[in-house]
């Protein structure tokens, strides 16, 4: 690609200087703000209120969206914004991941708010650049790219008609582009789309980094909740962020040798444990699919079973033998966890890029499910290839599986056919059949338009027409309040049922992951208990993405005497880990574990609260589709009888002696559903609120989060 | 035998059960565990050696990872 005869055609149409301040202890103390409706760029400034209640990363996003918008604003609509935002703790490179950035909009999905947290160089770059945030509104007329330079401190806003659009190119094209050479590629981040984010609401971010090794571009993903739709709505092409270098310490923490220290002793757990742990160096979270399917956790057939027997062509070691093995795979610098696995020349076999011999980041244990088991593949080859087309199309591969999942099933139940699927014959297994429907989705053409609306969409369309029972759609379609669930069968962990459909953005399980302590240790097995890990994990987790950090080295390696500790399941010293580093960076001697989750208090619950800002936010919005908690179909049932005929009896106390399928089906999800009720009032009285899951003043006032705004949206809600 | 597994009631076949021949039956794969029988940890290294019998209490914890 000619390069030079790209950036030729570019026209500038804006462009803002500004001056260039060391980070102070993890914060540049200001935001950067681009409109792309009337090409004004500016800075705003971070009040100490912003950093004290929002902190930064996720919670400067909702801060700047909440401002930004108002509770009428469409996805779709100008004064929508993108936020990407880093933390006070993004950019160090003496602790493992370090190098996440939170994108905070309002979904396509699910109409509401959306956070997704991602890998890659630009939040730490935007960072060293000079901004906290960077926030994106209004719309351009046309493709246009978002140029932040912290060279030569300015932005640009340039017209840019000739660059592809698919990430895998563009991310290439664009780190050539912006460098002075090859060894200045790792100071270019990009974050860019995908052609099926144009024909989509599932649209995905890519986030670069330079892979210094292989001397190739990497990309990471902000997969959830369809932001890349909303990017490629503003006709960005791409943001681009320069820096001249990264050194050891340009967040200007207080304490380094504090952060070193906790870094050497966790590069040494990586060293001595990984191995014996999780393997995250060799396999990186594709360890977890036979375990998984060992469980009866992996989804199979749109989450109708928990296992196959087929699993073990899809096991871990089989990915082991994909990845290209000892090369360091840190999606951010100093990050000894590895994990951002690669396929290397790997030659694609079908769509636009076939016969190309590319690089395939991952798959990530999701993928392994979603492109996969999901849909009844168990095709390694098959898995690769469309996590590649997902991740430069730009779409998550999450949503995307458990969409296939769906039309599958509806195709196998003649709710889908021939003639509704444009000829695609859309049974569990059919690789090829998948494979042409995900094309389809970046040409726009076919059924791909109608699966790239999503489940929830996908099931009202169906029902309008008279395509199936509408109650059968809604109990198989897995999404709550419009987000495709990600990859775990919860039927047998109530408290995971909880973690996924009381989350405030949807069903994802960035917020808690509860199926060993529930269901296997039976660790937690009162209400009580189910509440109080659905505080404390939930919150502790929203804390990663408060300050740029990852979750993956908190939990997937720990000390070797972390048996001997009072809770293991949290890890203490790796949260001590984290208390040091807040502070070492922010200088505040006043923080500790305690103060870490009321943190993420405060933000969570402005984030419910926007939610419900926007009418959505109470107890009906945590409702889950019923495969979530139960067997739907007979054939699910009797598949796991034993399971479930003890149950009846067990805990039911009803004999399923004598009893149709129907009618035990009918037994257990009367029973289940009456549990999952149970649950939202014991946790929302333990999140301090109301029975219909709006946060109380009190509870307000007594985190420090009493905003006249939030009061405001929340004080004819009160009715306990 | 009737023992007590991770808070629960189990009941296996034979008597006098090795840690590993439980976690075979159980199809405990996961690698990240804490092992306690009647209240004493035991290490990976002896799984195959030690015995459970009838009225035992326990406790194979797995602790989190992925997502």
């Keep these: 690609m000619n390069i030079e005869a790209i950036k030729k055609q570019h026209k500038q149409i804006a462009e803002w200087k500004y001056e260039w301040h060391p980070i102070d202890k993890g914060y540049n103390n200001r935001t950067l703000y681009v409109n792309l409706s009337n090409n004004e760029i500016k800075e705003k400034p971070v009040s100490k209120e912003m950093k004290e209640k929002f902190v930064g990363g996720k919670g400067f996003g909702l801060r700047l969206l909440w401002d930004g918008t108002k509770p009428t604003t469409k996805w779709n609509d100008p004064e929508n914004e993108i936020i990407i935002s880093g933390g006070p703790i993004c950019g160090i490179t003496q602790y493992s991941g370090t190098g996440k950035a939170l994108c905070v909009s309002i979904s396509p999905q699910t109409d509401s708010i959306m956070d997704s947290n991602v890998g890659g160089f630009f939040g730490p770059f935007s960072k060293f650049a000079g901004f906290d945030a960077v926030e994106v509104q209004g719309k351009a007329d046309k493709d246009v790219i978002i140029f932040i330079d912290g060279v030569n401190h300015k932005v640009e806003i340039l017209d840019a008609p000739a660059e592809p659009i698919d990430s895998h190119v563009l991310g290439e094209v664009l780190h050539e582009m912006y460098s002075d050479d090859e060894k200045d590629r790792k100071n270019v981040a990009v974050v860019s789309a995908g052609t099926a984010a144009d024909h989509s609401l599932i649209g995905m971010l890519n986030f670069t980094f330079w892979d210094n090794k292989r001397k190739l571009v990497r990309l990471k993903q902000a997969g959830r909740g369809g932001i890349g739709t909303v990017f490629r709505d503003k006709k960005i092409k791409a943001i681009v962020a320069k820096i001249d270098g990264v050194k050891g310490n340009l967040n200007n923490v207080v304490d380094l040798e504090a952060i070193m220290e906790r870094g050497k002793r966790f590069n040494r757990e990586m060293r001595e444990l990984d191995d014996k742990q999780c393997e995250m160096k060799k396999k990186g979270t594709a360890h977890l699919t036979n375990i998984m399917n060992d469980y009866d956790l992996l989804p199979v057939h749109n989450f109708k079973f928990g296992s196959h027997p087929d699993a073990n062509k899809i096991h871990g070691d089989v990915w082991q033998s994909y990845f290209t093995q000892g090369v360091p795979d840190g999606c951010w610098i100093g990050c000894n966890m590895s994990c951002a696995k690669g396929v290397d020349n790997y030659e694609l076999r079908s769509g636009p890029y076939k016969g190309d011999k590319v690089i395939v980041d991952g798959p990530e244990y999701e993928t392994t499910s979603s492109l996969g088991s999901i849909a009844g593949i168990f095709n390694p080859d098959f898995t690769i290839e469309a996590n590649f087309y997902c991740d430069t199309y730009g779409i998550c591969t999450i949503s995307w599986g458990t969409i296939l999942g769906f039309v599958m099933e509806c195709y196998e139940n003649g709710i889908l056919n021939d003639e509704r699927t444009g000829g695609l014959k859309l049974n569990f297994g059919n690789a090829d059949a998948a494979m042409d429907l995900l094309h389809q989705v970046a040409k726009g053409e076919g059924f791909g338009l109608i699966a790239g609306l999503g489940v929830r969409k996908m099931k009202e369309l169906f029902a309008e027409k008279g395509w199936g029972d509408p109650q059968f759609l809604q109990d198989i379609g897995m999404e709550n309040k419009g987000l495709e669930y990600s990859q775990y069968v919860s039927k047998e962990s109530l408290a995971q049922q909880g973690g996924y459909a009381m989350t405030n953005k949807g069903p994802q399980h960035d917020e808690a992951w509860l199926i060993f302590m529930d269901m296997v240790n039976n660790q937690i097995p009162t209400f009580e208990d189910k509440a109080e890990a659905l505080h404390y994990f939930p919150m502790f987790r929203t804390w990663f993405g408060l300050q740029g950090l990852c979750k993956l080295p908190w939990n997937d390696v720990e000390p070797e005497n972390n048996a001997q500790t009072d809770e293991p399941a949290k890890v203490p010293e790796h949260v001590d880990n984290y208390v040091t580093i807040y502070k070492a960076v922010t200088g505040n001697q006043n923080f500790d574990k305690y103060e870490m989750i009321t943190q993420s208090e405060r933000v969570y619950n402005f984030q419910r609260i926007f939610n419900l800002r926007r009418g959505y936010g109470t107890r009906k919005h945590d409702a889950q589709p019923y495969r979530a908690a139960g067997p739907v179909t007979v054939e699910e049932y009797e598949s796991r009888a034993e399971r479930y005929d003890k149950q009846m009896k067990e805990l039911i106390g009803v004999d399923p002696e004598g009893k149709t399928t129907e009618e035990k089906i009918a037994i257990t999800r009367k029973y289940r559903e009456n549990r999952y009720e149970q649950l939202l009032d014991a946790v929302y009285l333990r999140r301090g609120w109301t029975k219909n899951g709006v946060p109380k003043i009190e509870h307000l006032k007594k985190i420090k989060m009493d905003l006249p705004e939030l009061i405001e949206i929340i004080k004819d809600h009160q009715e306990d | ?67």
């Design chain 2, 1 to 67: 035998m009737k023992i007590i597994l991770n808070n629960r009631t189990e009941v296996f076949d034979k008597n006098n059960m090795s840690i590993s021949e439980i976690m075979e039956i159980k199809n405990f794969s996961y690698q990240k565990i804490i092992v306690k029988l009647n209240n004493i940890i035991i290490e990976k290294e002896d799984f195959k050696n030690t015995i459970v019998k009838e009225g035992d209490n326990l406790v194979i914890l797995h602790l989190l990872a992925g997502g």
